[in-house]
């Protein structure tokens, strides 16, 4: 069985005119993946991660986890399943500016019953993955970019997710902080974390092993 | 679509969980076996928060901006705090107040000429206290007056040659003396036959008796009033209602009028009636009609005017009016506690999408918020009673009060405002909840 299957997926933005933002994705994600998504902007790449990491429903469709059909459970279940699944990782890092990186991280698992020292423990774990446990304690507004994103991978990872789902990594980055979190990215695929990115940035998307193309709401084979 | 309503309950959830498709599923490699359940990509249960991370979460969001949430919090301050005041300052002042009324004052009634006489007169009638016994709740009842124009006279023993001492000397019945609840250190009240016959008989306060040389156990014995010998049947220790018969000599009426003359008009003679408890306010209206049948409209009967009454119930108005002030304080707190919510909610949408990210569910966005908003009212209703607590001891110690404060109040109002600090997050928490993730992350 696949660890993700999208099977006719058709996301429809209600409006006038509707917005036709994903137009029936066929894909299959398997263990391990590492999939890039590229395309111009506009052309559904987000609306399909947010539709993978749950936080938003297809209109109609199919999409299974671990053979879960997502769209046949509650809300609830989706949530939980969401916590257990999928780390986020977003252009904007989307850190608390009020807490440290350490605190930062612990929010993961927050939502899945952890207790405070296990959240603490994983969150120290998963801070010296990314290499920044010497920044466990500092706020992120005295942070660079490249350590900002690197807290937000810390705290992606931290709940042990099967699937990174990252939109636009570097977007908000330096050609060299890009590299390091590409290199971050391929050490973790390599400790079998599935990882689907999208990015607009074709040396990112050659990074993937599995690369695809996103146009219009329908998506193709980048090779 | 992405909002949708929690319906399904934890118990269905469990049975579902007996899918076989389910549980057929591959185990998450990285599944934490020390969590009890843990969510798992096989097996998805609901996500779940514990009530610490909920509370940790809840006090770290108010302690980020803690300016912001005193300034939240001071209308509820205010507003618990002058409610809790008023209701103990006016419990304070009214525990006072009944204790400065006692059953003397109600059950009092005078009876005087008004208007006042312009020539020295006696309008009650020798038979007075006879006349009055007569009515039903009448206890005793009796004219005074204050004789020789209310001057002094000069009284001094009868045997012994000296200075004469200076006193004041009053007019009275046996039965004004009795409805005064006149008490003696000595001696006797003077009989209805000496009244009778106006005798020459005196009582003297325990004060002239030891200025001129009297013992409580030595009556009866003469003195000279005026240069007029007297007799001294008793010695008088206590007037509650007349205080003022404690400065000199008390005569009966007949004596003091074939001695002094008439009542003049600086000090006119009135008539007091001991009645049972709540029966003044009958015998009053009563008394003139009873006294002088042939001309009722020369006297107005009064039951003791009772300020300390009118006092508590002004009072009661005020505090009246500071509730319902406070109220409307309360109630400003509670919309200055909604729209800082509305507006920190605004500045932490993407915090609100990257929670639903991390999993949380809508009801614990709203937990979360209605949590920071019912703590923000707890915490003002604990400060606000606790100043309360202060001014009310301060305005008890500054008027040399007791303080009395209702302990339900002092633990209910806490509560009263953390229920206010919930219903006041209610709408922004709801509206929060409803923030979709997808569009709370792209801002
Ligand atoms: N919440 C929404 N409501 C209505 N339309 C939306 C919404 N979100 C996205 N869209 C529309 O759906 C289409 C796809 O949007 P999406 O954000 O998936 O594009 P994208 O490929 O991620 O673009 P970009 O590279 O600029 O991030 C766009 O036309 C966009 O305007
Ligand atoms: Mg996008």
Redesign the pocket.
Do not use: C, F, Q, R
């Given at each position: 069985m696949s660890l993700l299957e999208l099977d006719s997926l058709v996301r429809t933005?209600?409006?006038d005119p509707p917005?036709r933002?994903?137009r029936g994705i066929n894909l299959t994600i398997e263990h391990g993946d590492y999939v890039t998504v590229m395309?111009?902007?506009?052309?559904?790449?987000?609306?399909?991660?947010?539709v993978i990491g749950l936080l938003d429903q297809p209109t109609s469709g199919v999409y299974r986890v671990a053979g879960t059909d997502t769209t046949a459970i509650s809300q609830a279940r989706r949530a939980g399943l969401r916590a257990a699944a999928f780390g986020f990782i977003f252009q904007a890092f989307h850190l608390l500016p009020f807490r440290s990186a350490r605190e930062n991280v612990e929010l993961a698992g927050i939502y899945s019953h952890a207790t405070a020292r296990q959240r603490r423990e994983r969150a120290l774990a998963a801070l010296e993955r990314v290499g920044l446990p010497h920044k466990a304690n500092a706020l992120p507004a005295h942070l660079s970019g490249g350590e900002k994103q690197r807290v937000a991978i810390a705290r992606a990872i931290a709940g042990g997710p099967e699937v990174l789902l990252c939109?636009?990594p570097t977007g908000s980055l330096d050609q060299a902080n890009g590299h390091a979190i590409m290199d971050l990215f391929d050490q973790l695929n390599g400790t079998g974390i599935t990882l689907v990115v999208?990015t607009?940035d074709p040396t990112v998307g050659a990074r993937g092993r599995r690369r695809f193309v996103?146009l219009d709401?329908r998506l193709s084979d980048a090779d | 679509m992405p909002t949708e309503t929690e319906t399904e309950t934890e118990t269905q959830i469990e049975t579902e969980i007996e899918n076989p498709a389910q549980t057929q599923a591959q185990p998450a490699p990285q599944a934490q076996p020390e969590t009890p359940a843990p969510p798992t990509v096989a097996q998805p249960c609901p996500a779940r928060m514990r009530l610490a991370a909920l509370w940790f979460e809840i006090l770290a969001g108010l302690l980020q901006r803690p300016g912001r949430a005193i300034f939240t919090m001071l209308g509820t301050v205010l507003g618990i705090g002058s409610f809790v005041a008023v209701t103990g300052i006016s419990a304070t002042a009214s525990g006072q107040i009944s204790a400065d009324f006692t059953l003397l004052d109600a059950t009092t009634v005078n009876v005087t000429q008004y208007p006042p006489p312009n020539t020295a007169t006696l309008p009650f009638p020798a038979d007075t206290s006879k006349r009055l016994a007569q009515i039903d709740g009448e206890v005793a009842a009796g004219r005074w007056w204050s004789v020789n124009n209310g001057q002094t006279v000069d009284a001094q023993p009868a045997l012994a040659s000296g200075e004469p001492v200076k006193v004041q000397a009053f007019a009275a019945d046996s039965g004004a003396l009795k409805a005064a609840e006149a008490s003696l250190a000595g001696g006797n009240i003077y009989s209805e036959f000496a009244e009778a016959h106006a005798a020459r008989v005196a009582l003297v306060s325990t004060a002239v008796a030891t200025q001129l040389g009297i013992t409580a156990d030595a009556v009866p014995c003469p003195i000279r009033i005026q240069g007029q010998q007297y007799m001294v049947t008793g010695v008088l220790k206590k007037v509650p209602a007349l205080p003022q018969l404690m400065l000199g000599v008390v005569l009966p009426a007949a004596t003091a009028q074939a001695a002094f003359g008439l009542p003049s008009v600086n000090a006119p003679a009135s008539v007091i009636i001991r009645t049972r408890a709540g029966a003044a306010g009958v015998v009053a209206q009563q008394a003139p009609v009873t006294i002088r049948p042939d001309q009722p409209k020369l006297l107005t009967a009064t039951s003791t005017p009772v300020p300390t009454q009118e006092r508590a119930m002004v009072l009661s108005r005020v505090s009246g009016l500071v509730a319902i002030l406070a109220l409307v304080v309360l109630i400003i707190g509670a919309v200055s506690i909604a729209n800082t919510t509305m507006v920190s909610i605004m500045e932490r949408t993407a915090e609100i999408g990257l929670r639903r990210a991390l999993g949380a569910r809508t009801r614990h966005i709203i937990g979360q918020f209605l949590g920071e908003t019912g703590v923000l009212g707890a915490v003002g209703g604990v400060v606000g009673t606790s100043l309360a607590l202060l001014v009310i001891l301060g305005v008890a110690l500054a008027q040399r009060w007791t303080p009395v404060v209702d302990p339900r109040i002092v633990f209910s109002a806490p509560v009263i405002a953390a229920v206010v600090g919930v219903l006041a997050g209610l709408y922004p928490s709801i509206r929060a909840s409803r923030i979709?993730p997808?569009?709370a992350l792209?801002a």
């Open positions: 933005y209600p409006g917005v933002a994903l395309g111009p902007s506009g052309s559904g790449k987000s609306t399909l991660l947010n939109d636009e999208i607009h996103m709401g | 979709e997808i569009e792209t």
